[in-house]
């Protein structure tokens, strides 16, 4: 017997070496090359190894998500039993891991997961933030620096980008997506997966992204995490789909489901989104990882009657990998035996992992990724805060400008900063991020970037004022005191770093403690105030909006935030970010956004508020749009001129406007383009985005803007779920935010 089993070793070890370092293997096309080596080494595996490439557990130094132990983590990664790992970051802990798997019988490599967000060493503004920049190529740029530092700590693939589509600001994740509309959030998604996969699988910078989490996660009940959600396939296919679709176009090598049940499915068990559209409509390769333990809570969600048929019914359902839910390696062998899931569907969910690996390199070189000199090159990459740095700066949204208080003149005389996050570090890093021990010297705090502005000595006045939180006013009379000294006053309030993010839903989103009374105090000063407003969220602060001559809505910068903030602050950059998110004027007010339907009643103002689903204590717009930000400069926008007024099949029409800086003042604009569909086989939004160009024009200059439509651009899905265009007649609207634009009549016909 001992004869028999050394010499099946012998070949199998044959076989290995032969299959994955010979010339033969790399001779081949790399698609063929890898489906070859797949076939080949899933033939050598057993039930259980194939299981093992299933399960991914997190490494025991960080978790995030309740850990639930069970067993010798170590002791199974060396047989075999463990596929991948996240939470594992730095080349140490990566090569240790490795080296134990490379002990089991076919050494299978472990892919390293990791959330990298929104930067790893070099902390970029949250994802929300950037998508205020409008700017494609820079969130790309971004997201290639997170990739070439994260991978160069061992890191070989990141749980980004989430691409949750969300229109209730109190659901904490917001700060983690791409705002509320489908358009804007389907080309932010391509750009963030071409950011992290960059060169390609193999290429040692780029990581496997990850579109997540699969799907309508935020659009639960309440804005309350992990809570349900219930809605219209259409919907779905309208609002919530588009940025994955467009990150499966994209490449994406990953999705991973969600924690919410969908129309009474849990999305980890729900075959329509994994099986029916991700892998059959979309024909998506990659593999879909479950959220932390998302298999197991199916209990819970009353889905599933124990991890046994958890296992069943996600494997099932197409979730390929098991993260933290320890279902599959404990019961997918014994369904298998029990007939009750195929070894088809086993093998499927394997390739899909192993392709992967493949790709990536890790069978040529399972340590490629774990390179100390890149991980010390990439730690003090000074190339990479310049990149976070420009992203900040155009990450903010200039809310108000009474007066053009701003920009500041860099020869005021004497300035207060006065608030809570005045001297503020790691709040700058916003959730989803790194704490790293050099922090308090490297990240720069708004002090900082003030007094490095001001180079010129101009005193500069401090005072905390209050905490974030809490209802202690004893540091007001100081911050008052302090005011007063001084010529102008620059105020910093907002949320905690941790007052957003992944279970951090708030059923108010005010200015938290007493902050608001805090500008109340300042303002009543009489003395010029800039507020600055840190946060992962829309928050809502009438009375600052109403009263303080100038807000700058920072959100939360990352590593580089205090320079930024004084670029813009001082004029060395002039405020470009247009808003990803409606701006609720109370949380009552809460679902609002600028796509919505028409309605039977339909007001058009606040008078005629007897109509329309609008309250009667409640003016019916947003605080601030979607779309909207101003700029130091101001931009004239021309009546919108058409190339023809009837649209049809292969002759698309030109919209034009033109658009004059009519300021001293250099700036960029972003021009929005919207359509209406007036008439349709179901109702249709009152605004869609269906393009938008950014634009520098100097002071005095004009330019003309163009777009071009066709009818590709006029679909909708039908209450057939098909995806068509309908004639008929169609407003465009060319402007500077959802509200603001000048409009166009024309007709589609067939
Ligand atoms: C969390 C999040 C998910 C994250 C995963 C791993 O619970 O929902 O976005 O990627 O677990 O940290």
Request: net charge positive; hydrophobic share 40%.
């Amino acid at each position: 017997m001992q004869d028999l089993k050394s010499m099946r070793m012998k070949q199998i070890a044959t076989l290995l070496l032969f299959l994955f370092s010979t010339q033969l293997h790399q001779a081949q096309p790399g698609n063929v090359r890898i489906e070859k080596s797949v076939d080949s080494l899933l033939r050598l595996m057993t039930l259980e190894e194939k299981i093992g490439q299933m399960n991914q557990y997190n490494g025991p130094w960080a978790a995030t998500g309740p850990l639930t132990n069970d067993g010798n983590l170590l002791d199974q990664v060396k047989t075999g039993k463990v596929g991948s790992m996240l939470n594992v970051t730095g080349v140490q802990r990566t090569s240790e891991l490795q080296a134990l798997a490379l002990q089991s019988r076919l050494k299978i490599p472990l892919l390293f997961g990791q959330d990298v967000i929104h930067g790893y060493r070099t902390i970029f503004p949250i994802p929300l933030a950037e998508a205020a920049s409008w700017d494609l190529a820079a969130m790309e740029a971004g997201a290639r620096v997170a990739a070439t530092e994260a991978s160069a700590a061992g890191i070989h693939w990141t749980f980004a980008p989430m691409v949750d589509i969300a229109r209730d600001p109190r659901w904490g994740r917001v700060m983690e997506g791409a705002g509320e509309d489908p358009y804007l959030g389907s080309l932010i998604a391509k750009a963030r997966v071409k950011g992290f996969q960059g060169k390609g699988f193999g290429d040692t910078s780029a990581v496997m992204a990850c579109a997540k989490h699969f799907a309508a996660y935020g659009a639960a009940v309440g804005g309350r995490d992990y809570n349900s959600v219930d809605m219209s396939l259409r919907q779905l296919h309208e609002v919530y789909l588009p940025p994955f679709k467009a990150a499966a176009e994209a490449g994406v090598a990953t999705f991973m489901n969600a924690f919410n049940d969908l129309n009474g499915i849990p999305a980890t068990g729900n075959a329509y989104l994994q099986r029916s559209l991700l892998k059959g409509d979309w024909k998506f390769r990659g593999f879909v990882v479950s959220d932390w333990g998302s298999i197991g809570e199916m209990i819970p969600h009353g889905y599933s009657a124990n991890n046994k048929e958890a296992a069943l019914q996600a494997v099932n359902a197409g979730s390929d990998m098991d993260m933290e839910s320890r279902s599959y390696l404990p019961h997918l062998a014994a369904l298998v035996k029990e007939g009750k899931v195929k070894m088809t569907v086993i093998d499927d969910a394997v390739r899909r992992i192993l392709r992967k690996k493949f790709e990536m390199g890790l069978f040529a070189d399972p340590y490629k990724f774990s390179s100390e000199q890149r991980e010390k090159t990439q730690w003090n990459n000074q190339a990479h805060r310049k990149v976070a740095f420009e992203m900040a700066k155009k990450s903010m949204v200039l809310l108000k400008n009474e007066k053009n208080l701003l920009p500041l003149s860099k020869s005021t005389g004497r300035i207060a900063l006065i608030g809570p996050f005045v001297k503020a570090k790691s709040d700058h890093n916003g959730f989803w991020s790194y704490d790293w021990p050099d922090d308090t010297t490297r990240i720069v705090s708004i002090w900082e970037g003030v007094q490095q502005k001001l180079n010129t000595g101009a005193a500069l006045l401090y005072a905390k004022g209050c905490s974030i939180t809490g209802d202690d006013r004893s540091g007001f009379a100081e911050a008052v005191e302090t005011a007063q000294k001084a010529e102008l006053v620059i105020l910093t309030v907002g949320e905690a770093r941790d007052m957003s993010g992944e279970a951090k839903s708030r059923s108010t989103i005010q200015l938290p403690g007493v902050q608001e009374e805090l500008v109340k105090a300042i303002v009543a000063t009489g003395k010029p105030v800039v507020v600055l407003i840190s946060a992962g969220r829309p928050l809502v602060f009438n009375w600052t909006a109403d009263n303080a001559p100038a807000i700058l809505y920072t959100w939360w910068l990352g590593t580089e935030a205090g320079n930024a903030i004084a670029d813009v602050l001082f004029g060395d950059y002039n405020p470009s970010g247009k808003l990803p998110m409606s701006f609720p004027r109370t949380e009552g007010q809460i679902p609002v956004y600028y796509n919505h339907y028409n309605t039977g009643r339909p007001a058009t103002n606040d008078s005629d508020r007897f109509y329309r689903s609008a309250y009667t204590d409640l003016s019916i717009y947003p605080k601030y749009p979607f779309g909207y930000g101003l700029s130091y400069a101001r931009f004239h926008y021309s009546d919108v001129r058409l190339s023809a007024k009837t649209l049809r099949p292969g002759q698309p029409i030109q919209a034009a406007v033109t658009l004059t800086n009519t300021s001293a003042t250099g700036g960029t604009e972003t021009v929005q383009l919207y359509i209406r569909d007036l008439t349709a086989s179901v109702v249709r939004p009152v605004k869609e985005l269906k393009g938008f160009q950014q634009v520098f024009l100097h002071a005095g200059e004009s330019k003309e803007i163009r777009f071009s439509i066709s009818p590709e651009d006029l679909r909708f899905y039908n209450d057939r779920l098909q995806y068509i265009w309908e004639p008929g007649k169609f407003r465009i609207f060319i402007g500077t935010s959802s509200m603001d634009v000048k409009e166009a009549e024309f007709e589609l016909m067939r």
